[in-house]
């Protein structure tokens, strides 16, 4: 019994050593592979998983965290800590047009002078106008000068090029972050709102001379007001799909190229696993990740894992381009202050259970995410 119990302790010690170093072999694979001869997919996936000692890991893993969720609904651990932690979030809710700029301006500036064209993995034959594209869309958003606008240029910008360029899915986390952007506006600080200030005040002289604000500015907003509640979901669904597409297609549907960043950062000194067990682990977590954004479920714990992944990826991974993942630490930091919203399993949860305290039920009956 006693021997049975100690293997189970390592098992779960694996389990949980290779999650945390999974964010190692959670990078854009295209922006830190070596090069790799093809790797033939049914084979490689065949040989992984059937494995026994992969798919006690990965089985272990996958109890581990069905097991943790449904604990959590049903026990509501430290409910007042989680409260406290939800206040605070909420209460920055105000700063996410900043936070949205951020993240959106600084890598398309760092881009500009870079000379790519969104993803490092897109080299523009066009330098001069890649260059200025990053630099002025980047700044206007960072200043919050023109910042819906600017904004809508910025994502059809994207759309073009991934229309001509497919590798840009790379960065398709921009789709979302100018969509938000285009829902919140520039918010505070932002010259968008100094600007507004002025016009808004009938006695400053601009008020009298600006001709875009009461007419244009105004009523734009007024009427989709509504839809900022919706940004959430945005950003949810967005930055979701993208780590669908990181897990499935640049580590499980391409394992020759992954195999070759394990080989490349010698992963399998860090945890002692297979290579094999590496890739299909990094891809199902980013996978998994991604699945419960677009879901909606439990969004604040899969934000601050992603948040766990990007940040071990920066430091296991040297020469990965940090500009290139700013706009996910920030997207997923945004995350981090909405929850769920609407249109989510979160959402859901968190009407139920106030519903049962109407009742007469428990009162914290609310979600991980909400």
């Known amino acids: 019994m006693t021997q049975h119990v100690r ?41 992984a998983l059937t494995d026994p000692f992969n798919l006690a890991v990965l089985g272990a893993g996958g109890v581990g965290v069905a097991v943790a969720g449904a604990a959590y609904l049903r026990f509501r651990p430290l409910p007042n800590d989680v409260r406290a932690f939800r206040r605070t979030m909420a209460s920055y809710e105000s700063l996410l047009p900043w936070l949205l700029r951020l993240a959106v301006g600084l890598p398309l500036v760092g881009a500009g ?20 594209f990053g630099i002025t869309v980047g700044f206007l958003l960072l200043f919050g000068f023109g910042t819906r606008l600017v904004a809508a240029v910025g994502l059809a910008g994207y759309l073009v090029g991934l ?31 100094a600007v ?50 990181l897990g499935v297609a640049q580590k499980l549907m391409e394992p020759g190229d992954a195999l070759a960043v394990v080989a490349k950062y010698d992963l399998t000194a860090v945890v002692p696993v297979a290579p094999e067990l590496w890739v299909v682990g990094a891809g199902l977590t980013e996978a998994l990740v991604g699945v419960l954004l677009v879901a909606g479920a439990f969004t604040r714990a899969a934000s601050a894992v992603a948040f766990l992944l990007f940040t071990t990826t920066l430091f296991g991974l040297p020469d990965d381009p940090v500009l290139a993942h700013i706009s996910l630490f ?41």
Not at 113 to 132: D, I, T
Not at 174 to 190: D, K, M, N, Q, W
């Open 163 to 193: 229309a001509v360029e497919p590798a840009l899915v790379l960065a398709f986390e921009y789709v979302p972050g100018f969509l938000a952007i285009a829902l919140v506006g520039g918010g505070r600080p932002s010259a968008d709102h």
């Open 113 to 132: 002078f870079s000379g790519y064209f969104f993803s490092p993995a897109v080299q523009s034959s066009s330098p001069v106008f890649v260059r200025l």
């Open 7 to 47: 293997g189970a302790t390592r098992l779960a010690g694996l389990v949980a050593l290779l999650a945390a170093g999974a964010g190692n072999a959670s990078a854009h694979v295209k922006y830190v592979t070596p090069g790799s001869d093809p790797v033939e997919v049914a084979a490689f996936l065949l040989a």
């Open 330 to 370: 920030g997207l997923v930091s945004a995350l981090l202050v909405t929850g769920g919203g609407p249109l989510s399993v979160d959402r859901a949860l968190s009407d139920r259970g106030a519903g049962d305290a109407e009742s007469g039920g428990d009162a914290s009956g609310r979600s991980a995410g909400a």
């Open 196 to 245: 507004a200030s002025m016009a808004a005040d009938d006695r400053t002289f601009y008020s009298r001379v600006d001709p875009f604000y009461r007419r244009v500015a105004l009523p734009f907003v007024e009427r989709t007001r509504h839809l900022e509640a919706y940004v959430p979901a945005v950003l949810r669904v967005g930055l979701g799909l993208t780590f669908v597409y």
